[in-house]
């Protein structure tokens, strides 16, 4: 396994630990104190478990599994790769940083303000961070070798 795909599979794990405190908290507090979950609390459980977890964890998964770039592909870029696994494992945690932050509450209206400018950038350079993935291992989504096999439909073969 390239330890691209590592690093993402590894964040990823992380996460979900992450993401299943947050949610046995709010379920804590739900059922012992009846104090229903904030809605931040909610956004951040969701993002951590959707994007941190089930997201990164398949886009790991992907680079280990696509073939490797071919050896004339010159838009595969491994520092890209990089890149963006960097700015969306940052994005996720800014974002959650500041649901989290937002979720306990207590904020006065200017640091409310610059907790709500957090999650959004947050949420803006998660799109940029998967936008960033998809871009550049288009040119890996295809057959082993180039070839598409004889036994595919012809559809394929078209």
């Known amino acids: 396994m390239h330890p691209l795909a590592r690093w993402y599979v590894k964040t990823s794990l992380l996460f979900l630990a992450l993401g299943l405190m947050i949610g046995a908290h709010m379920s804590a507090t739900f059922f012992l104190r009846r104090v229903p979950p904030d809605p931040f609390l909610i956004v951040a459980h969701t993002h951590l478990l959707l994007v941190g977890f089930v997201l990164m964890m398949i886009m790991g998964v992907g680079l280990w599994m696509f073939p490797k770039p071919a050896k004339d592909d010159r838009r595969y870029r491994p520092v890209v790769a990089s890149a963006g696994y960097l700015l969306l494992t940052f994005a996720t945690a800014t974002r959650a940083t500041g649901e989290i932050a937002l979720g306990f509450g207590g904020a ?12 959004t950038a947050g949420g803006l350079l998660q799109a940029a961070g998967g936008l960033l993935f998809a871009f550049n291992v288009w040119t890996r989504i295809r057959a082993v070798g180039g070839q598409i096999p004889a036994s595919a439909p012809r559809e394929a073969r078209a």
């Open 108 to 119: 006065a209206s200017a640091a409310r303000d610059v907790l709500l400018g957090l999650s």
